[in-house]
């Protein structure tokens, strides 16, 4: 079964840092594409970043360029989000998603909590 | 490209046929258009993609069509665990971008 489990969320001040991870199981990562995806009360669901399967090309929206990264570790099946000057607007559950067909996600996970917040 | 759903909020008793519309402001390209569902405190499960194909374990009551800008979720007869929040998405020019949603409830 595949499977997705996210960690990391957590409590930050405005400004401040946090890395997500996503642990993969059930499919070989490196045969799929992946990518984050955001939702918060205020903003919906909200596409975050993408990353091809080859590990190129990756995408990000607008109102995280420059400020979010994301990468994966093939040989450990796990995917990342570091998340860079947090602002308060950065407030969801993040979830990670298998990329279906490049245009859907198909699997998903539970989600992890951010709050940014002084 | 800006996803509007309608309507907001749909009330409907159990058997009963569930109609709902989604609507982008520019054409979907390739017919990459998604919908989702998604119960409380769950994450979304896609139901369709690409307009009209149901994805994996997904019963036939769900049905996608459209073309364009305009884009329909039909689901045939509502069954208790279907009343949820259901969204559409479109991908288009390395960008990914869902709808606000439409609420099924229970009349």
């Known amino acids: 079964e595949a499977l997705l489990v996210e960690s990391g969320g957590g409590l930050v001040h405005p400004g401040g840092s946090l890395r997500l991870s996503c642990a993969v199981s059930?499919?070989?990562?490196?045969?799929?594409?992946m990518s984050w995806v955001r939702q918060s009360p205020e903003r919906g669901l909200e596409w975050v970043s993408f990353m091809k399967n080859t590990g190129s090309p990756i995408y990000y929206a607008d109102s995280v360029r420059g400020r979010f990264t994301i990468s994966r570790d093939f040989g450990r099946t796990s995917m990342f989000l570091q998340m860079n000057s947090l602002r308060a607007e950065d407030t969801g559950t993040y979830y990670c998603?298998?990329?279906?067909?490049?245009?859907?996600?198909?699997?998903w996970g539970q989600g992890t909590v951010v709050t940014v917040s002084s | 490209v800006v996803l509007t759903q309608s309507p907001g909020t749909l009330s409907l008793s159990p058997g009963e046929r569930a109609t709902l519309s989604c609507r982008t402001t520019q054409s979907v390209s390739d017919g990459y258009l998604a919908w989702y569902q998604q119960r409380p405190g769950q994450a979304p499960r896609l139901l369709i993609y690409?307009?009209?194909s149901r994805a994996a374990d997904i019963p036939d009551r769900f049905s996608g069509s459209g073309s364009g800008t305009d884009f329909t979720l039909t689901i045939g007869r509502l069954e208790p665990e279907d009343f949820a929040v259901y969204y559409c998405?479109?991908?288009?020019?390395?960008?990914?971008?869902f709808g606000p949603g439409t609420k099924v409830e229970i009349k």
């Open positions: 059930g499919f070989p990562l490196r045969d799929y594409s």
């Open positions: 998603a298998r990329t279906w067909r490049t245009n859907s996600f198909d699997i």
């Open positions: 998405q479109q991908y288009r020019d390395s960008r990914w971008t």
């Open positions: 690409d307009v009209s």
